[in-house]
């Protein structure tokens, strides 16, 4: 069930009425009609322009940014490196990516290192699609077996690799490991003829799925358990300027949240199909509920301290931690629940 504006209907007018009672009609109707104006700009860089970001769309087409005072301004950066770096340079004023990326900054020793304000996802977004049809798939299947992965350092390839090894696979002996494709066309790749498998964010997964050319197999996000898989982040001088922006933008996530929580994946597709002009709605639906059965959406952009320790026992694991960032300065809870 959609939020609507309920049109009013207004009667014939009588003549007794006041000329005092028609000019404060006349004012109120003149407020209703005013477009927001004095919307603060907020430029917002996001690693993927995915459906499993499902409550961020739903902000937008539901107006809860303009709500706000808010006008955003949405980029993909397609990597989360690119989008830390989009949100460094100024180009950005905020990202939405994985919080291994502020670690990793933080750790390089930048003095204006990047702060995560709010988190949107629980699980890993991605999944493991095969070439062939497997009924029976298990995570030793991809032995020996090509597999189009991510990024090294990436928060996709790292939780792949998490729960490779939690199956007792060696990610760099026992698979072929494909990670020289860029991230926005490891899809085409295995379209394409490459892989055996292929590890895939949604609309991808599912629209291979659709084109006969692969089969979803497993989910990432199941096997991985919750991990903090993408949040907000900015950097401490833009928090430290901005806190009343931050805050609205907070406000406006936490809405799209409570949306997705209360109604049908249907009902959410319909109000972001927008988003996905070129998917249709009832993949659309499809996603969303293969999300919600997984528990991937957050309800809430509380970033706790226990996700924030697991995401670095994963980076730390996948050897990719030079050294352990401490919480109280790489995540801030004060936007949240507000």
């Known amino acids: 069930m959609m939020d609507k504006k309920k049109g009013r209907s207004f009667g014939r007018m009588a003549a007794v009425i006041s000329v005092g009672a028609v000019l404060l009609a006349a004012a109120g109707l003149a407020g209703c009609a005013s477009p927001k104006t004095n919307l603060k700009t907020l430029r917002l ?7 499993f970001y499902a409550p961020q769309y739903v902000a937008m087409e539901l107006g809860y940014f ?9 980029q993909t950066g397609f990597g989360a490196d690119k989008s830390a770096t989009a949100v460094i340079s100024g180009d950005a004023d905020i990202a939405l990516m994985g919080p ?3 670690i990793y900054q933080y750790n390089e020793g930048n003095e204006n290192y ?7 996802t629980q699980r890993a977004g991605n999944f493991v699609v095969s070439r062939t049809k497997e009924d029976d798939f298990q995570w030793e299947d991809l032995k020996g077996k090509e597999v189009i992965g991510g ?15 939690k199956h ?15 991230f926005a066309n490891t899809s085409g790749a295995f379209v394409g003829g490459t892989g ?12 291979i799925e659709e084109e006969g050319a692969g089969y979803v197999v497993a989910s990432v996000g199941t096997e991985s358990g919750y991990v903090p898989y993408t949040a907000y982040s900015t950097t401490k001088e833009f928090l430290a300027k901005n806190k009343e922006l931050l805050q609205s933008f907070t406000k406006a996530i936490e ?9 049908t994946a249907a009902e959410v597709a319909e109000v972001i199909a927008p988003q996905f002009k070129e998917t249709d709605e009832k993949t659309i639906e499809k996603i969303i509920a293969r999300y919600a059965e997984q528990d991937s959406y957050k309800t809430d952009t509380l970033f706790e301290e226990d996700s924030f320790t697991l995401i670095q026992d994963i980076l730390e694991e996948a050897g990719e931690l030079s050294e352990r960032a401490p919480y109280e300065e790489l995540v801030t809870t004060e936007f949240s629940g507000k």
């Open 45 to 51: 860089n996001e690693v993927a322009h995915s459906i």
């Open 114 to 120: 990047l702060i995560n304000f709010a988190q949107l």
């Open 66 to 74: 303009e709500d706000e005072g808010i006008n955003l301004e949405v």
């Open 100 to 102: 291994e990326a502020t």
């Open 255 to 263: 809405k799209g949240q409570k949306y997705v929580e209360e109604h």
């Open 196 to 207: 055996d498998y292929t590890v895939e964010f949604e609309p991808s997964a599912t629209m």
């Open 168 to 182: 007792n696979i060696d990610p760099h002996k026992d698979v072929n490991l494909v990670q020289n494709i860029d």
């Open 151 to 165: 990024r090294p350092g990436g928060m996709p390839e790292m939780v792949f690799e998490y729960v490779l090894k």
